[in-house]
């Protein structure tokens, strides 16, 4: 699992050190900080990040933030947000040209920037094709998942922590909440496992029980009633119930004796 990662685009070096200084204690890691359009889009396509904060206003640079959010997203969609000092309705008009989604001034509270990101997540993902909604969290643990196919953000108060589903290693149902189990971390959702499936639909993410689903991309070795599953620097075995063994088995690729 990783920290959701951020572009941040901004020419004013002081302002660019306060705010990444302010996301890295919120959880999120700065790809990098560019100074104008050219350094961005270099950063862009070497890092990828997860989202992008641009300044609109770039001093001496070949594109300004809007234009800049346009080559962005031409390149590979990923959600982006305005940071700026103007709030003239032009701005905010021609903002709204842009693939953007969401706006805040500089002069705002950094919680309301915290917010904005949560938000700007929450937006991109629920126009993707293969995204899913938002899950209640567990009590007190802040958390929500935003998913795509291969992968899922976890967010944790105004954090959003990237989970691979290739990291996955088994998910384990325990009443009204899954745990998922990685090499790195176990993490609670308050959503049931079905759901949890529905929501995360991989094709290596396979159910073998009543309340336990693997990821067969670590299977190693199964027999009769167990699957033993890649675990840190052994295995793990998951039973496998009768219901569900057909499915699980015809989903794996085995060779065949002629």
Known sequence: MKAASIL?????????????????????HITGHATNSDEALALFRKERPDI???????????????ELSIALHSI???????????DKREFVERAKQAPMVQYVLKSAPMEQLFIALDTAFATFYSRRPAIV?????????????YATQDFFFVRQ?????????????????????????????????SVRLKSFL???????????????????RHV??????????RYREGT???????????????GLPNLRAD
């Open 198 to 216: 529905e929501q995360v639909p991989h094709s290596a993410l396979m159910r073998t029980h009543r309340s336990w689903a693997v990821n067969t």
């Open 220 to 229: 190693v070795a199964y027999h009769r009633g167990r699957v033993m599953v």
């Open 236 to 250: 793990q075995e998951i039973p496998i119930s009768d219901k569900w063994r057909e499915a699980f088995l015809s």
């Open 52 to 66: 992008a904060l641009l300044d609109i206003e770039l001093n001496g640079s070949p594109l300004d933030g809007i």
């Open 76 to 86: 590979s969609p990923l959600p982006i947000l305005f940071l700026s000092s103007h």
């Open 8 to 28: 941040l685009v901004e020419d004013d070096h002081i302002i660019a050190a306060n705010l990444q200084e302010q996301l890295e204690q919120q959880g999120y």
């Open 133 to 145: 909604t938002a899950v209640p969290a567990l009590s007190g643990s802040g958390c929500a998942l």
């Open 157 to 189: 108060d105004y954090r959003h922590v990237r989970v691979e589903v290739a990291d996955i290693r088994w998910i384990e149902a325990m009443e009204s909440a899954v745990k998922i189990v990685t090499d790195a971390k176990t993490i609670a959702f």
